[in-house]
């Protein structure tokens, strides 16, 4: 039959030594900081992040507006895209009116395929300027969730790092240990005088 003995490793052995008590103990708390202390750390990393982006896309939408903008010139230069365009878009020249009837005209980011006389809707900022359109609520939690795991994992690696830190000096340690003990305990196997 065979039995369990509960607590096993905090009882009393001959064979066990400080370095191991170390290891143990060192495992125990490399355990609770990688699965209980980096995700909350990401997690709360992340809720920050999301409340950051969260007033920076605000602030967006207070200070850019969509207006409708007719394409009067266009140029061949394909422009990289942009968070929240998915599509590849180049800069044209484009004209629109303001509320009061005056026409402004602005160089902006227009979709692959537009043509002259088209009409197509551009984001401007308070001064006129073409500007990319405010993040959407997507791109918020992409950001958040990426700062988040990132977070977690830059948490985790320094703490793995010292885990095998501590391992390796708790090693050496041991072997140190277990030669000071076989120097003590071999002639009395070998019957050899030290």
Not at 47 to 61: K, L, P, S, T
Not at 151 to 162: C, E, N, S, V
Not at 183 to 188: F, I, R, Y
């Amino acid at each position: 039959m065979r039995t369990r003995v509960r607590g096993w490793r905090r009882r009393r052995n001959p064979l066990r030594r400080r370095s191991d008590v170390v290891e143990a103990w060192t495992t125990v708390v490399v355990a609770l900081l990688l699965f209980v202390g980096a995700p909350l750390l990401g997690a709360a990393t992340a809720w920050w992040g999301h409340d950051r982006a969260q007033a920076v896309v605000a602030e967006q939408r207070a200070e850019r507006h969509r207006v409708r903008a007719v394409v009067a010139g266009a140029t061949s230069e394909r422009l990289p895209s942009v968070e929240g365009i998915p599509q590849h878009s180049y800069r044209a020249t484009v004209h629109w009116s303001t509320p009061d009837g005056s026409e402004r005209t602005t160089t902006a980011r227009v979709p692959a395929g537009t043509r002259h006389g088209d009409t197509v809707h551009v984001w401007l900022d308070s001064r006129g300027r073409s500007v990319p359109p405010p993040a959407d609520d997507s791109t918020v939690w992409q950001h958040s969730i990426t700062i988040g795991a990132f977070t977690a994992l830059g948490a985790a690696l320094p703490i793995l790092l010292a885990h095998c830190a501590v391992r390796r000096v708790a090693l050496r340690r041991r072997m140190a240990e277990w030669d000071r003990d076989w120097a003590l305990t071999e002639p009395q196997w070998t019957h050899r005088r030290a």
